[in-house]
């Protein structure tokens, strides 16, 4: 790597001209990407090399040179070090602008479609809206913190006062703080012994009711929290739900499987729009009510249901999607590979007394051309994947599905723009793209995007 334009250590200048979605500014040194964390597009700013390699190098912002005038002073002071909210230092009508932009750069770039792309929704308040986080502890002299790593290492950061949590939370949090220290609570050290009894804390909180879930993710199966538990329910009496989840792993994955009950409620209910939704420890849940509720609205209507359709529902998860829809359609299949989420789906669905929906266990990919052998016909079908979007064969079998509509519910930009240039160059057409916002503050964003069969 001799001949790179830039070499570690080194100060350089350069312009901003975009953003990536991880919420970098991207400048370039002689035509060579520099990503700099910090640094916006239309600024020109000094950045010192930090990494390098092949096709790309990292810097650290060293100096604003020319600011833009959207640049804002971030209010959370841990901004510039735990990496969670990545876009503080933007006005958040420009994220909005920017997260736009992120998407049709990426449907262009990756996928090769050239469409319209309506403006992000975003929030009225952008802020406090997350109902669920996972913290990280350390222990320094004697007295337990509880934050965030920075990004990409175990390099601990003590945060107090997330704005992104509700005051309760972020009080809760505090009094944890004290009484795990005041009990002497030994937490795990990944960058020493890897041992310690206290590996992590994960909150949940209901945004109907205001209850909370508590989760200690500890490394044995003893329970040394009883004292803990007891004076957190005093004090907070929001904390109707205790769980134990036990992880001997060393590795950085956050749960184990194994999950006790230890006080109160096995588990809570919230809310997307009217339908109630029972949350326990390992549901995935939007962590984003009010936004959840756009995207879903969203889907709903790209869907356009006369209440005569089969609808499948590819990644149905606890079943949010398909019983937000199941109203306008004569019948939803949701698929989901995990078993427990089925079970929580079929739950959620008789508690919201609908009886139009049927959920099963089973790989998308596989379940959907078996159940087109079988005779079955949708007529929309929709897909909400992970990250690493569809299955190369779920797109195939939704191609031999031959819906009149796809409507695919994406929360990565680049496997959306992938997966669209497959269904565009097999008989679909993209008919609407609309992102949403539902993690302000961050580089990430949704996008919902009606496709129709030609």
């Known amino acids: 790597m001799k001949d790179l334009p830039v070499k570690l250590g080194q100060r350089y200048e ?6 990536t979605l991880e919420g970098e500014g991207v400048g370039r040194v002689k035509n060579f990407a520099v990503f700099v964390p910090g640094a916006i597009p239309g600024e020109k700013i000094k950045a010192e090399i930090s990494e390098v390699k092949k096709n790309f190098a990292k810097g650290v912002l060293v100096r604003i040179i020319e600011p833009v005038p959207f640049r804002t002073e971030p209010p959370c002071r841990f901004f510039d070090q735990c990496g969670g909210c990545q876009l503080q230092h933007i006005s ?4 909005l602008e920017f997260k736009t932009q992120l998407v049709k750069d990426a449907l262009n770039k990756i996928g090769g479609i050239d469409a319209d792309v309506s403006p992000i929704i975003g929030m009225e308040y952008p802020w406090r809206y997350r109902n669920k986080g996972h913290f990280h502890l350390d222990k320094v002299d004697g007295r337990v913190r509880l ?4 990004p990409g290492s175990h390099e601990f950061v003590p945060v107090k006062e997330s704005l992104l949590f509700s005051s ?3 009080s809760l949090l505090d009094y944890l703080e004290e009484q795990l220290t005041l009990r002497e609570i030994t937490v795990f050290n990944p960058n020493n012994t890897g041992e310690g009894y206290l590996r992590n804390i994960m909150v949940r909180e209901s945004k109907a009711t205001g209850e909370i879930m508590l989760i200690f993710i500890t490394g044995t199966e003893k329970w040394e929290l009883a004292e803990v538990t007891k004076s957190v329910e005093v004090v907070f009496p929001q904390v109707r739900s205790v769980y134990q989840n036990i992880n001997k792993g060393k590795s950085p994955v956050i749960l184990g499987n194994k999950f006790i009950l230890r006080s109160g409620k096995e588990y809570l209910r919230d809310t997307i729009g009217p339908y109630v939704f029972k949350i326990s420890p390992q549901s995935f849940f939007q962590v984003n009510n009010e936004q959840a509720r756009v995207l879903y609205e969203k889907a709903l209507e790209f869907a356009s249901l006369s209440g005569k359709e089969t609808v499948i529902d590819a990644y149905c998860g606890i079943g949010s999607i398909a019983i937000f829809i199941s109203s306008q359609a004569q019948k939803v299949i949701g698929v989901e590979v995990v078993e427990a989420a089925i079970q929580d789906a079929r739950e959620n ?3 919201n007394n609908i009886t139009n929906t049927q959920f099963v266990v089973g790989k998308a990919e596989k379940w959907l051309p078996r159940w087109l052998k079988e005779g079955g016909r949708a007529d929309v079908i929709i ?3 992970p990250r690493k979007g569809c299955a190369p064969e779920l797109l195939e079998a939704i191609v031999n599905a031959r819906p009149e509509r796809v409507v695919y519910v994406s929360c990565s930009p680049a496997t959306l723009a992938r997966d669209l240039k497959y269904l565009a160059a097999n008989g679909y057409k993209v008919n609407e793209i609309q992102p949403v916002d539902l993690f302000p503050q961050t580089g990430h964003v949704e996008t ?3 496709m129709s069969r030609l």
């Open 14 to 19: 350069m312009t901003i001209t975009g953003l």
């Open 92 to 95: 958040y009508e420009k994220q």
């Open 147 to 150: 934050g965030f790593y920075e």
């Open 168 to 170: 309760v939370v972020n």
């Open 349 to 351: 669905a008789n508690l």
């Open 383 to 385: 897909v909400a994947p």
């Open 448 to 450: 919902v995007v009606l």
